[in-house]
């Protein structure tokens, strides 16, 4: 980037209010913990803190809670799921961290996090490696204080740990405890770690089994953890059960679900459960934009549970594979039966004496229902795996013939259409070209589009001619 952009950039985010700019600055932290867009990051985040530094120059501020907060929490990131989402082993919720936080200001370490707000205040902007030994005795504390509340130990608990929160932050508690205190070996796993698994085959297997082998992460608590940050570098994160079947020796769910490494399989499992959920959403919505990536990855990972594991179908595993394929199959099938009805509503060659006078045809509702035949084109190629092949196919086939005869009586019916429904029958054609677009391509949309110009081009001759 020039000299000049630089400035620019500066410039602009100079302008922004304070809290604007720590919320920038954490999301850029934030993608380049993940590895995501690291040169736009970097050169943001350098000049937010020159700026920041600047103004901390200028007038020293008090030191704000949520820096400290981030620091404690930062060793969670990989694992955390937003408000709403259910979660598995391996995961916590987000909302779970600013009431934890606040119970340990409150009750679990007061005098120690007053001590580290402290001596985060002293601190110079450019001390990362003091901020860095902070953040690792705040998360030792909290981890102490944590464990010291949930684990074994005289009198009743529960109304102390109904200080901290609801059930489902108490649900977390022991989790984000047992992740701090191994903060470390976590550390130590992500480094060791490939950035991306685009495959994951056996020299990827091998490597990443030897990553893996670091006893706190072996435990039963937080194996489900490591195994996550693994999945999350995967290009298809079902094939985490393949750890599950080296491990095992065996692809017999019984000898896998024996290991401890069987975790992963009722991950993998979760997960194409929470993409299934994701998409049945975006289908009663109507938004097609990423239907197709989502359609792949149901279809390779219930494909590969189906492959590479022996499933009984009376099994707790073979029953989840089994409802989420019927969860599938009962949402496309809903909606691939309502797609020929909605063309037929727009294409439908109604008489010219029950078309009313200034009928239109609404954009919108061509676009959605465009959309909605390439949404049953795309469910073509995944069509066998998710038990929609024969709906799919007859639909599909049925689109095909219903548009391809019906362009061509409504190209035809412009050549003698009434002035008054030319304006209606126009805009039918149009629609109609639009899904010849989608079912057969450019070319014979063009080649119809130009027919169509033909028909009325010939129709407006005949009448001067008259």
Known sequence: MSQTSIE???EYLAQLPPQSQALLMREFERALERGQDTAVATLVLEQLRKIVRKSESDEAPPPRTDDLSRLLFQALEPFLVEAGAPIRVGQIRRASLHPIWQWLGRDGAPDKVNEFEAALARMPAEAGGQVEALALKLQAVAADAIFE????????KSRALARVGPPNVIEDLYSIGAVLQVREAIATLNEKLPRFL?????????????????PVLQTPQMLPFALSMVAQRMTAPWQIIRLAI?????????????TPYGVAVTMALHDLSCVAAILRMDIKRGHFDNVADNLKALHDGVRGLRT?????????????????????SNALQSEIDSVPGRVR???????????????RIDSTEVEETAALIDFVATCR????????????????SDLQQYVERSTEQLVQSLRAADHKVRTYRQQQVQAAIRFCQVLFGDDYASLMSRAAENAATGERKSSRAS
Request: charged letters at 30%.
């Open 149 to 156: 509340l949930t684990g074994p130990g005289g009198g009743d």
């Open 308 to 328: 590479e594991l022996d499933l009984r179908n009376d099994s707790t595993w073979g029953k989840q594979l089994t409802s989420i394929r019927a969860d599938i």
């Open 381 to 396: 190629n995944y069509a066998s795996e998710l038990a929609i092949n024969e709906v799919t196919l007859r639909t599909y």
């Open 246 to 258: 080296k491990m095992a020796a065996s692809d017999d769910e019984i000898r896998v679900a024996a």
């Open 198 to 214: 685009r495959a994951f085959g056996e020299p990827q297997i091998a490597s990443v089994t030897a990553a893996l082998n670091i």
């Open 345 to 359: 509503r727009i294409l439908r060659q109604r008489p010219e004496k029950d078309i009313p006078p200034g009928a």
């Open 8 to 10: 620019r950039l500066r």
